[in-house]
Structure formats: structure tokens, C-alpha cells
């Protein structure tokens, strides 16, 4: 049974990626009509800062200084930079009990 770190990295790593990708915008500007202002938290600022994240031709490749981790239909690829495993992770289906999902 893995616990721990092993068990939410892929999580973690999905959650890091969708908030580059999307970033999230503040309030501010709402009312005045004007813009919305990107907001990064301190979390979001420092990933950024060590992260680097690239569209690839099938999808993204997140680059940080100890590892690399590629996200394409194939799943999510993890490899360290410095030794240890390498491993991946592949979505095996979605469903819903109350109706089909399309695509």
C-alpha cells in the first residue's frame, strides 16, 4: 500500500500544472470594468519561479530543477533528474452512475 508523498504526487503535480495553465485572475477590476488582474499566491509565484512549463506537440512537459514530468493522452511520466525511480501514471476510465459522459 503506498501512503505519503507517493500516493498524492500525482495529484499534487495535476493541480500545480492546472493552475499554470489556467491561473486565476482576482476581483479586482470587476466593478470598474476594467480588466481582471492576474492574483498568484505565494505558492503559485514560487512554482512559477522554479517551474518551467512547456506546451508540447501531444500535450505539456513541466521542467523543474530535480525532475521532469510530461503530461499527454499516454498519462503522466515522472523522471527524477538525479536517480531514483522514474515512474508514470496512466487514467484508466471515467464513469457516472446517472449518465453517460461524452468524448
Request: net charge neutral.
Amino acid at each position: 500500500m503506498r501512503t505519503g508523498l507517493s500516493t498524492c504526487l500525482p495529484a499534487l503535480i495535476g493541480v500545480l500544472v492546472l493552475s499554470l495553465v489556467m491561473g486565476e485572475t482576482s476581483p479586482a477590476g470587476r466593478e470598474t470594468g476594467e480588466p481582471p488582474t492576474p492574483a498568484l499566491s505565494a505558492d503559485q509565484a514560487a512554482a512559477r519561479a522554479v517551474n518551467s512549463l512547456k506546451e508540447t506537440s501531444d500535450g505539456y512537459r513541466l521542467d523543474h530543477p530535480n525532475y521532469v514530468a510530461t503530461f499527454n493522452e499516454q498519462g503522466l511520466r515522472f523522471r527524477p533528474h538525479r536517480g531514483g525511480p522514474g515512474w508514470s501514471w496512466k487514467l484508466k476510465s471515467v464513469e457516472s452512475r446517472n449518465e453517460p459522459l461524452e468524448g
